[in-house]
């Protein structure tokens, strides 16, 4: 009894040490309101978005090299975008279970957690087990903390490629199999392919071809497997992306933009900009750590995390570059070098000589996290009206009718909507000659939305349906 006792205290004992627990422990708390629709105040137009594509494959058409949107008005809504995978996930779960809002949420979280368990698994190939247990640990609590269960396939892709690093190191430095080079390239291709800024999280697998502990006939396999790698993600994003967009006359994912253009518009907005580092990635808290962590490093001239640090930044500026002023819009464009910052701000806690000083400011970090993205779990009520959109228009129209919604560019209200049709202004409504136009290419209801997402507007059509919410009007010459 007394040894079984000893034997469970040392188990409690280790637990908070290992990165597993802190994985699963964050896993079942972001479980919290998993069943929510995409009506969080941050990205839900990114989120309804993905729904629009995964839905379309169920209900209209599942062909994986067509996705297709619901805000093309008349048109066939096929686009050019990211290759959906994450969204044919949902697609193929929802075959099985039919069709929920909130199976991207799932989908995502699962494939983050393992994706930070082989963040912790990659960094341990270097770094001793303390710098890895911090760097996950700051990883799992900054920005990933809310994108991990969000219907966006920023950290999913982040995730396929950490793994694919996993295997391509473990390939390269170790007496690994061939096969794990077959790992390394179906988990780096499918990730690029899924969000092409992830390249940024391959930018050390240049450090290996340089390695004198590499054997040269393994550096001749790794770099052929990665011209493989390039392939798929060119032709998608080179090839048949503009394709789509030219044969379908439909325009809407962002592909970025001129180089020096983008540039020239982060040079004119510093201060959004760096607050999208400074900010965003890991808090205000968990950058000063990273900054702590870029002293250390260099102060011990740390050759390996000198070179991932110069490196990564380097494509990470690059991609901020052609992002111009999106960047300074969007936090998740911090996804895919947040963990860079992660492991410098661990490896400069594993140097503070005060153990419980060191603790004291993970802890810090941590908390910090929580606190500031906790609101991100709750969604507004008036944002939570929309889902009864769907249900009043179905009193009055059928499924296949094409309607206009005032929610200006925002696709959120269209995907409750469950229709397809066209986002409009307040202005736009207003006009007689363009109403007159969309009717003739087969838009028949407006909605008018008074609190979110809109502003009402009063128009002299025939008027369905109000509430506190929204209008329903039937849109007549």
Known sequence: MIRFL???????????????????????????????????TAHNWRQSTVNMVARNFLETDPDIFHPRIDIAGEKSGITGMEFPLFNYLIYLLSL????????????????????????????????????????????????????ARKIMPDTFSASLVIMGVYFGLQYLFSQKPVGYLIFYFTFATT??????????????????????????????????????????????????????????????????????????????????SAKKIYESAMKISGFVLFLWGLFVVFRKKNKTLISVFLLSFAVFLMFIFISG?????????????????????????????????????????????????????????????????????????????????????????????????????NSDLMDEDKMAALHDKGARYIVVLKKAFGQAVELDQELLFKNDHYLIYRLER
């Open 325 to 425: 002023n999106s960047f300074t819009k969007h936090s998740y464009y911090m996804i895919p070098y947040v963990p860079f910052m992660a492991l410098i701000a661990g490896y400069g806690l594993v140097h503070i000589k005060s153990k419980t000083f060191s603790l004291l400011l993970l802890a810090i970090v941590c908390i910090d996290g929580i606190i500031s993205q906790q609101h991100d779990f709750r969604i507004k009520d008036k944002h939570r009206q929309i889902e009864n959109l769907e249900k009043h228009l179905d009193i009055y129209s059928d499924r296949n009718d094409l309607i206009l919604i005032n929610s200006n560019e925002n696709p959120t209200p269209m995907y409750f909507a469950h229709r397809k049709g066209w986002l409009v202004k």
């Open 6 to 40: 000893r034997t469970s205290r040392n188990i409690v004992v280790r637990w908070p040490g290992d990165i597993r627990f802190w994985i699963i422990l964050l896993f079942i708390l972001r479980l919290y309101g998993i069943t929510q629709p995409p009506l969080e």
């Open 96 to 147: 099985v279970f039919g069709y929920e809002h909130w199976y991207g949420r799932l989908i995502n979280l699962i494939v983050s957690s393992i994706g930070a368990f082989f963040f912790y698994k990659t960094c341990r190939i270097f770094f001793k087990e303390k710098t890895a247990f911090n760097a996950t640990l700051l990883l799992l609590f900054s920005i990933w903390l809310i994108y």
């Open 191 to 272: 990730g690029l392919l899924c969000k092409i800024p992830s390249i940024i999280l391959l930018s050390v697998m240049v450090i290996p071809i340089f390695s004198t502990r590499v054997h040269f006939r393994k550096k001749v396999h790794f770099v052929l497997i990665n011209l493989l790698v390039v392939m798929p993600v060119f032709w998608w994003y080179y090839f048949w992306v503009p394709h789509l967009v030219e044969k379908y006359d439909f325009w809407y994912f962002f592909m970025g933009k001129n180089f020096y253009q983008g540039m020239q518009e982060i040079i004119n907005r510093p201060l959004e």
